[in-house]
């Protein structure tokens, strides 16, 4: 149980354009969705929480209008990058909280972002 | 006070023997340690999780120990394999709903056969 999926698995997309990455709880209903980035060799770093319903809580100097993040349901949270340019290359992974009040994250497989 | 500090950066042991990953804090208001393991590639995967009630949790040959008091916690692999080489990250977070989970560095472990 616990299944987090993400689509997709890798995307390439030229300079300019804009990427939509999807985050589904497979078997759960996912009250808090989060969104990390990880480059290359380093830790994770989160980007922003989001809520059903509810608008994205972005973390400093994470730019709300590049990072678009809506949280439609309760089983799916999509990422779109505006706009993407090389330095947002990068491994895009996202997790859920089962429920209100629990602790623990369930991670999807990640999205490997290039941007040419 | 929100870092997660963890070391070493990385660790070579033989199989058979015990891997020790460290990891310290600042924020007393951390209620929640886990341990994520990582492959290349892929999403962090939970090993084991401690809350502060407990000075230690053992789930097969995975360990935590944990120290109120000096705010550190570890990992202890036991019967290392060349099959846990991997990235291993300590985090910490606080009560939920705020339960952020922040990240230490992450330990690069190579189990040799």
């Known amino acids: 149980g616990a299944v987090v999926s993400q689509h997709p698995s890798w995307v390439i997309c030229k300079s300019g354009t804009s990427v939509k990455i999807e985050c589904r709880s497979l078997?759960?209903?996912?009250?808090?969705m989060f969104w990390y980035r990880q480059f290359p060799k380093q830790s994770l770093m989160l980007m922003a929480t989001?809520?059903?319903?509810?608008?994205?809580?972005?973390e400093q100097g994470v730019e709300k209008d590049k990072f678009l993040i809506n949280h439609a349901s309760l089983t799916l949270s999509t990422l779109t990058v505006t706009s993407a340019h090389p330095e947002d290359s990068s491994f895009y992974i996202c997790?859920?909280?089962?429920?209100?009040?629990?602790?623990?994250?369930?991670f999807g497989p990640g999205t490997r972002l290039t941007v040419t | 006070q929100q870092q997660v500090k963890q070391s070493p950066q990385s660790l070579i042991v033989q199989k058979g023997g015990i891997s020790i990953i460290n990891c310290a804090y600042e924020n007393t208001a951390f209620d929640y340690f886990p341990w994520y393991q990582q492959f290349p590639g892929k999403g962090p995967a939970l090993l084991i999780a401690?809350?502060?009630?407990?000075s230690e949790k053992k789930e097969g040959r995975f360990t935590i120990s944990f120290n109120k008091s000096a705010k550190q916690f570890s990992l202890h692999i036991m019967d290392s394999q060349p099959g846990d080489s991997a990235t291993y990250f300590c985090a910490a977070s606080k009560v939920p709903p705020g339960n952020k989970l922040v990240f230490g560095a992450g330990t690069i472990l190579r189990v040799k056969s």
């Open positions: 989001s809520n059903e319903g509810s608008k994205a809580t972005y």
């Open positions: 401690i809350r502060p009630d407990v």
């Open positions: 997790s859920a909280s089962a429920l209100a009040g629990s602790y623990e994250q369930y």
């Open positions: 078997d759960f209903q996912a009250t808090t």
